[in-house]
């Protein structure tokens, strides 16, 4: 928060007026009012930074008003005026919680000075409350989730709406995009963070054991068990198990699982007793579940429950953006943990880094900076660190060069057509490149022209021109 808007309250219009005059010269919102009660119905309907009131005016005193807005609006700064002749008043004010005082008459550089020292201290208190949240994130989400990108803001706004809740979630995401971090994030981010986080692979077990791994067993329900044992489900009782790959879990189990979620009870194989349980499922898979569903192995109605809340996390490839962070993220943690002292990454090796595909997205990433950090001579890698990066790139037909691909489809394209009835095919060509790569950079910007302009390395009226021409629809981000 910055001071941009400020009520003035004199009953005097001559100071009303000097005042209005210096403050909207420099740049502030000005509302003014006549007396008390006009200033407290003003301040209650509109949000003011900072209200300069006189200590005395008609009905509603400038004390009595401050001491009113200390209760309705903390957040507006209170600068009294006195006049001399009342300077007790004066230190009263500030024992309320006046921001400062002015003594009248004054000359404007007072409150110039006593206005510059509010922005500064608004500017602060707003550092501190970011880093604070910074904290407090880094604490609650366990482990730091890193990336700005548009699509990862996206993750952490559904990530923020749901957390708080029971709700079921269900995460989708290619491999090492973060599904396990972002199950951990939303427990230690809900009312159950006190409470276990259990996480079972439902990929990693072997389907006989992962009943029991999940519902427990009575002793000798099965050759082998000797012992009575408590299942996941009984010991996240309160928190949240993370049902990991639940695309591989076996239809009967997929069954049973169902009625868990339903009855919110469960039974231990080989048990008659059920258990009343409260635990929060979240699930994961990279799997496509709706094929898995058409293809009769997941069943319909499980995928339906779990699908409540989806957060389908993007893979890093489109999320080129968020490289360069993550890069710095994973060298300090290589210093912590490995002790190696790579401090950073060239221009050169991250621009090799961008031009990676990143298949196995961020956990290859890391893997790849941890072992170049490892087995790099240099504090600074360099692309020689990264051999082999962009061998692994080329899975056949999906690098082909948009040159090559346009061809082909053009070929394709004018096969069909009759060329002599066509008056502006260069045009209409063109335009059909023009349209989808500014409708990319924009939302890639969010709507921002300047931005795009810039990216596309064009004018900026050029650029509306094509706007309007290509007749674009530009939104805006929020
Ligand atoms: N946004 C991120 N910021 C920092 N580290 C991340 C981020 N996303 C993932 N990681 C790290 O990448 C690695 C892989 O993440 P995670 O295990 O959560 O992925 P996953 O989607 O569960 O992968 P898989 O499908 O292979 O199980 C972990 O070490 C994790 O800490
Ligand atoms: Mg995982």
């Not at 956990?363 to 240099?378: D, F, G, M």
Request: glycine share 6%.
């Amino acid at each position: 928060m910055s001071i941009q808007r400020i009520l003035v309250a004199d009953d005097e219009e001559s100071i009303r007026w000097v005042l209005s005059k210096a403050l909207k010269k420099q740049g502030f919102k000005v509302d003014l009012a006549e007396d008390g009660k006009q200033a407290l119905s003003m301040l209650r309907s509109t949000h003011y930074d900072l209200a300069v009131l006189d200590i005395k005016m008609p009905g509603l005193q400038g004390l009595e008003l401050l001491q009113k807005l200390q209760e309705e609006s903390p957040q507006t700064l209170v600068v009294i005026m006195t006049a001399e002749s009342t300077m007790e008043n004066a230190v009263a004010a500030m024992k309320l919680g006046a921001y400062d005082y002015l003594t009248k008459p004054f000359d404007l550089d007072a409150l110039d000075a006593i206005i510059l020292k509010a922005q500064k201290a608004a500017e602060v208190s707003d550092q501190i409350g970011q880093l604070k949240e910074e904290l407090q994130d880094q604490y609650r989400f366990g482990r730091t989730i890193i990336g700005n990108s548009h699509p990862m803001q996206e993750v952490y706004k559904t990530l923020g709406r749901i957390a708080p809740s029971d709700v079921t979630v269900l995460i989708t995401g290619e491999s090492g995009t973060g599904k396990e971090l972002i199950a951990r994030a939303i427990h230690f981010n809900s009312p159950r963070l006190g409470k276990p986080f259990l996480a079972i692979n439902c990929a990693a077990i072997p389907r006989d054991l992962l009943e029991s791994e999940l519902f427990g067993h009575e002793k000798g329900a099965f050759t082998g068990a000797t012992d009575r044992k408590p299942g996941k489900f009984e010991q996240a009782n309160g928190g949240t198990l993370f049902l990991d790959e639940i695309g591989d879990m076996p239809l009967e189990l997929q069954a049973k699982l169902l009625r868990v979620l339903q009855e919110k009870e469960i039974t231990r194989t080989g048990g008659s007793q059920t258990m009343q349980i409260d635990v929060r499922i979240v699930a994961a898979t990279n799997q496509n579940l709706v094929e898995q569903v058409e293809g009769k192995q997941f069943r319909e109605d499980l995928y339906y429950r779990l699908n409540v809340l989806p957060i389908d996390l993007p893979p890093l490839r489109e999320r080129k953006e968020d490289i360069p962070s993550l890069v710095e993220f994973f060298l300090q943690r290589a210093q912590q943990d490995l002790g190696v002292s790579t401090i950073e990454c060239s221009t050169e090796a991250l621009s090799q880094l961008k031009r990676h595909n990143w298949p196995g997205n961020i956990r290859e990433l890391e893997n790849v900076i941890k072992r170049a950090a490892l087995l790099s001579p240099n504090h600074v890698l360099m692309p020689s660190d990264f051999p082999g990066l962009l061998s692994g790139q080329s899975k056949e037909g999906q690098d082909e060069s948009l040159e090559a691909l346009v061809a082909r489809k053009l070929e394709n394209s004018l096969a069909q057509m009759d060329l002599q009835e066509l008056d502006n095919l260069y045009e209409m060509v063109l335009h059909q490149v023009e349209r989808p790569l500014i409708n990319i950079i924009l939302q890639k910007t969010r709507g921002n022209q300047v931005r795009t302009a810039e990216i596309l390395g064009i004018n900026r009226n050029t650029l509306r021109k094509k706007i309007t021409t290509l007749e674009i629809d530009v939104k805006r981000g929020d």
